[in-house]
T-cell receptor
Framework: NAGVTQTPKFRILKIGQSMTLQCTQD?????MYWYRQDPGMGLKLIYY???????DKGEVPNGYNVSRSTTEDFPLRLELAAPSQTSVYFC???????????????FGPGTRLTVL | QQQVKQSPQSLIVQKGGISIINCAYE??????FPWYQQFPGKGPALLIA?????SEKKEGRFTISFNKSAKQFSLHIMDSQPGDSATYFC????????????FGKGTKLTVNP
């Protein structure tokens, strides 16, 4: 199993541009999450999904959108990039009673985004 | 509102020493307390976790101590090794709450050889 994969690894955007961060998991997990990590600030939840077709806002959703059309994929969309969205973005997934320890979130390798 | 407070922000320990990282929480509905380890350029990975029905959990050199009345929990790394140098995050979640985690701000641990 590849686990949680994210693309791209790095990206530089200009202010006002849009992009989609891709996230795919092959563990048949129901729950998926998007976090952003800023230096010294821990991980902040942006959006999450408890299953295909169901998404909800986390702590810092402004400026982002998500969709969950399949169990495997959970893309994160930035519509109008701003310098405040410069961060490292992590996708994670977990499955109640599935692989690994109950509640364990499996993280992808991250996408480092810079908005200039 | 920061629901999980973590300290210290950074920690330097000599090889063979004990590393201690502390966390405090406010929400009494939290019932799952994991610690994640993150190496530079990687995503976090679960290290060890505890539920509030026990006061301590040990896995190898890593121990979580949990004090429900004080709403505090801590990570102890015994016989710290240079390979333990990483950033450690405590977290908390509510059962049935979509398994969402609230993270502390992290502790950068450096173990000197």
């Amino acid at each position: 199993n590849a686990g949680v994969t994210q693309t791209p690894k790095f990206r530089i955007l200009k202010i006002g541009q849009s992009m989609t961060l891709q996230c795919t998991q092959d563990m048949n997990h129901n729950y998926m999450y998007w976090y952003r990590q800023d230096p010294g600030m821990g991980l902040k939840l942006i959006y999450y999904s408890v299953g295909a077709g169901i998404t909800d806002k986390g702590e810092v959703p402004n400026g982002y959108n998500v969709s969950r059309s399949t169990t495997e994929d959970f893309p994160l969309r930035l519509e109008l990039a701003a310098p405040s969205q410069t961060s490292v973005y992590f996708c994670a997934s977990t499955g109640a009673g599935g692989q690994g320890k109950l509640n364990e979130q499996f993280f992808g390798p991250g996408t480092r985004l810079t908005v200039l | 509102q920061q629901q999980v407070k973590q300290s210290p922000q950074s920690l330097i320990v000599q090889k063979g020493g004990i590393s201690i990282i502390n966390c405090a929480y406010e929400n009494t509905a939290f019932d799952y307390f994991p610690w994640y380890q993150q190496f530079p350029g990687k995503g976090p990975a679960l290290l060890i976790a505890i539920r509030p029905d026990v006061s301590e959990k040990k896995e190898g050199r890593f121990t979580i101590s949990f004090n429900k009345s004080a709403k505090q929990f801590s990570l102890h790394i015994m016989d710290s090794q240079p390979g333990d140098s990483a950033t450690y995050f405590c977290a908390a979640s509510i059962k049935g709450g979509s398994e969402k985690l609230v993270f502390g701000k992290g502790t950068k641990l450096t173990v000197n050889p």
